[in-house]
Nanobody, 129 residues
Framework: QVQLVESGGDSVQSGGSLRLSCSVSDDAYSRYCMGWFRQAPGKEREGVATIDTHGTTSVADSVKGRFTISQDNAKKTLYLHMNNLNPEDTAMYYC???????????????????????WGQGTQVTVSS
């Protein structure tokens, strides 16, 4: 079973930047739809960004223009580059492998069922004003 290990979470001030990393154990990594999700206290988990096997990306409207997803297939690592962070971005961020939404490899919007074959343990991002 594929294993995912996130890192890079931290506490930053508004306007700051972070880069999250997700190390993937599976050699078949490049054939998966990969994604980043987040969950704030008391809120449902939400999709942040996905990247398909061709490198095509999808980003949630709430982070568009500020967050970018990328991957390094040689290193089997997924990244989430986060700029201009604000307190609403405070959450636990999770990496997911083999994301399935029924709509292709895109960020599932609210109400759309989705699943993933594997999840990481999460990395905490805290943004203070």
């Amino acid at each position: 079973q594929v294993q995912l290990v996130e890192s890079g979470g931290d506490s930053v001030q508004s306007g700051g930047s972070l880069r999250l990393s997700c190390s993937v154990s599976d050699d078949a990594y490049s054939r998966y739809c990969m994604g980043w999700f987040r969950q704030a206290p008391g809120k449902e988990r939400e999709g942040v960004a996905t990247i398909d096997t061709h490198g095509t990306t999808s980003v949630a409207d709430s982070v568009k223009g500020r967050f970018t997803i990328s991957q390094d297939n040689a290193k089997k690592t997924l990244y989430l580059h986060m700029n201009n962070l604000n307190p609403e971005d405070t959450a636990m961020y999770y990496c997911a492998a083999d994301v399935v939404t029924g709509l292709g490899c895109v960020v599932p919007f609210r109400g759309i069922h989705y699943s993933a074959a594997a999840w990481g343990q999460g990395t905490q991002v805290t943004v203070s004003s």
